[in-house]
């Protein structure tokens, strides 16, 4: 191969790397702009707009790129009620665990009777009939913390349930491959 053949496709090679960089920029930021768009809609009480199979592929291969656009994507992947959310606890002393509503006044002196052993023991539940109950949201950085493994969260489901039930989000998956 001649010098000046090797110089033209070196430089070839030099434009298509720099265009691809750019594609995958540009992939990037309309993929993060379609979950904030999709988190925008399900927040307003729509259903969630579906995705194409390619946009499942690319978010799947790439992952979304930033904090924002990851908290976008979980919230449009796991909805429920937006009020309160479930946290899982466990017991070191006996090994039991579930999830309980997330509150805000939790283990807060002079707000909270679960340090009244009597209390529990009394009845049996007593977050339930607390008068200081103060229930947790479901906001980003609730959010943020569950996929920074700081908690994890639960989603109490509201559709079609006399009863709310909780889900262990983190143990959710999503199938990319268009198939069911």
Not at 58 to 83: M, Q, V
Request: aromatic letters at 6%; hydrophobic letters at 35%; proline letters at 3%.
């Amino acid at each position: 191969m001649s010098k000046k053949a090797r110089e033209i496709i070196l430089a070839e090679l030099e434009r298509e790397q720099i265009r691809l960089a750019e594609l995958e920029r540009q992939v990037r930021e309309s993929t993060v702009k379609l979950e904030a768009l999709r988190a925008e809609l399900s927040s307003g009480g729509e259903q969630p707009v579906t995705s194409t199979c390619a946009e499942a592929s690319a978010t799947y291969e790439t992952g979304p790129a930033s904090s924002e656009a990851k908290i976008a994507l979980f919230r449009s992947l796991f909805r429920g009620r937006t009020d309160v959310f479930p946290l899982r606890w466990e017991s070191r002393k006996t090994g039991r665990a579930g999830y309980s509503p997330a509150c805000a006044n939790e283990w807060a002196y002079g707000l909270c009777a679960k340090k009244d052993a009597a209390a529990k023991k009394r009845s049996g539940s007593i977050c339930g009939d607390c008068e200081n109950q103060a229930f947790r949201p479901v906001t980003d950085g609730e959010v943020l913390k569950h996929l920074q493994g700081h908690q994890v969260m639960g989603v109490y489901q509201s559709i079609g349930y006399t009863r709310s039930s909780a889900t262990d989000a983190s143990q959710m998956t999503l199938d990319t491959t268009g198939t069911r």
